[in-house]
């Protein structure tokens, strides 16, 4: 079975602290994503990586960046962590597809929720 | 960018009871997917399925792509199935953004 694995399940942090969001797979997937979840308005995509030191940006990149060093880890950076970054963070991990286009299933992470005060 | 609706957004069953749940989208896609969110959050996998009809258990699933919808049914419910279930959709025109619905909350009662 593919396993995602968050590094916190719960992570308080204080206003303009650096925070790093962990994020491990064990199925060798090139694909990585981050997403933010919040209540009425949904899950949303932050950065996307397709392989080593690739990365790009999704829907909601303003006020984090990302990191991904070897194929298994991507790190999601709260720079100067803020209120408004208060969430549940999701991982997901898919491998290429053989299918034009490369369309495979996704599997995600438990989340992590994140509170700044 | 692609709309994806679900309904119903809430829902209430006795145990025992069927259900369908439904998800419409937008514009065409090539990749759809149904979680269950559970209580403490993680997105569990259902079914992977872009076109055509699934079935795991209790559960089955149904996309008519060339209609732009997609049916969830759960069988014979049980407390253990209530949480959210959200389905996702990746368009034709992008690659590696997934869309999610708002989902719907399944509260089954013994």
């Known amino acids: 079975d593919v396993k995602v694995t968050q590094s916190s399940r719960y992570l308080v942090k204080r206003t303009g602290e650096k925070v790093f969001l962990e994020c491990v797979q064990d199925?060798?997937?090139?694909?990585m994503f981050w997403y933010r979840q919040d209540p009425g308005l949904g899950l949303r995509l932050i950065y996307f990586?397709?392989?080593?030191?690739?990365?790009e940006k999704g829907d909601i990149p303003e006020g984090y960046s990302v990191s991904r060093e070897k194929k298994e880890r991507f790190s999601l950076i709260l720079e100067s962590a803020s209120t408004n970054q208060t969430s549940m963070y999701l991982c997901?991990?898919?491998?290429?597809?053989?299918?034009?286009?490369?369309?495979?299933?996704?599997?995600f992470g438990q989340g992590t929720r994140l509170t700044v005060v | 960018g692609i709309q994806v609706e679900q309904s119903p957004p809430d829902l209430i069953l006795q145990e025992g009871a069927n259900s369908t749940l439904r998800c419409n989208f937008s514009?065409?896609?090539?990749?759809l997917q149904w979680f269950h969110q559970n209580p403490w959050g993680q997105l569990i996998n259902l079914f992977y399925?872009?076109?055509g009809t699934k079935q795991n258990g209790r559960l089955s699933a149904t996309t008519v792509a060339t209609e732009r919808y997609s049916l969830l049914y759960i069988s014979s419910s049980q407390t253990t199935d209530s949480g959210v279930y959200f389905c996702?959709?990746?368009?034709?025109?992008?690659?590696?953004?997934?869309?999610f619905g708002s989902g719907t909350k399944l509260n089954v009662k013994p």
């Open positions: 399925i872009p076109s």
């Open positions: 996702a959709v990746e368009p034709s025109y992008t690659f590696n953004k997934f869309y």
């Open positions: 997901a991990s898919r491998e290429p597809g053989g299918n034009p286009g490369g369309y495979t299933e996704a599997f």
């Open positions: 199925m060798d997937h090139e694909n």
């Open positions: 514009d065409s896609v090539n990749n």
């Open positions: 990586s397709y392989d080593v030191k690739m990365k």
